[in-house]
């Protein structure tokens, strides 16, 4: 399969812990997205990387958000101290450059916070 | 600034019945327009999408969406319901230049009524 994969697809743990999430992109696709959804609401951009160049943070990601895609390859994003609200699911999407803007997605990383 | 309305978070139609779901965008340039669609457990998938030329664009399992610059509106439409159709519907809008990265309505859950 060479799509996008998550890992791992579903995450609880204690507030005031940090988790971390991977994103494997499709091979031949140098940008790479993180989104969070929350139930009842569309994706929310929180980042971009146009191979390892973190090129676009949301006013979404705060300090305790970190994301690194270290080789122009995978990319993780870690919370730190994680709140209740950050539960959601965080979605990871890639994409050529350029292009008609046509994102492709996994099927995402949920995470509970309790 | 770009956004995104889709009008309507419950739709329910009869098998076999039209379906329609609107979106509505707001952009400051010419945007590309977006419908994807996500099934229960798994990621978001791209159903049609505009770029340039024709308005009415067609996509897979049977939708058509029609691109309204004057009504700046995007609505999904499928002439006849199948039960698999039951899914969350995405309206999403991005820029036609830049880093390509979505912005989405708040989704559209569709029944479909045996």
């Known amino acids: 399969d060479t799509g996008v994969s998550q890992d791992p697809r579903h995450k609880i743990t204690k507030r005031g812990q940090n988790v971390t999430f991977r994103c494997d992109p499709i091979s031949e696709h140098n940008r790479l997205y993180w989104y969070r959804q929350t139930l009842g609401q569309g994706p929310e951009f929180l980042t971009y990387f146009q191979n390892e160049a973190q090129l676009e943070k949301s006013r979404l990601l705060s300090d305790r958000f970190s994301a690194e895609r270290p080789k122009g390859s995978f990319s993780t994003l870690e919370i730190q101290r994680t709140e209740q609200g950050d539960s959601a699911m965080y979605l990871c999407a890639s994409s050529t450059n350029g292009g008609t803007g046509e994102l492709f997605f996994g099927e995402g990383s949920r995470l509970t916070v309790l | 600034a770009q956004s995104v309305t889709q009008l309507g978070s419950h739709v329910s139609v009869s098998e076999g019945a039209l379906v329609l779901l609107r979106c509505n965008y707001s952009s400051s340039v010419p945007p590309y327009l977006f419908w994807y669609v996500q099934y229960p457990n798994q990621g978001l998938q791209l159903l049609l999408k505009y770029t340039t030329g024709a308005t009415l664009v067609k996509g897979i399992n049977g939708f058509e969406a029609e691109f309204k610059k004057s009504e700046t509106s995007f609505h999904l439409t499928k002439p006849s319901a199948h039960m698999s159709d039951a899914a969350e519907y995405f309206c999403?809008?991005?820029?036609?230049?830049?880093?390509?990265?979505?912005?989405f309505g708040t989704g559209t859950r569709l029944t479909v009524i045996p």
């Open positions: 999403a809008v991005s820029e036609q230049t830049g880093a390509n990265n979505l912005f």
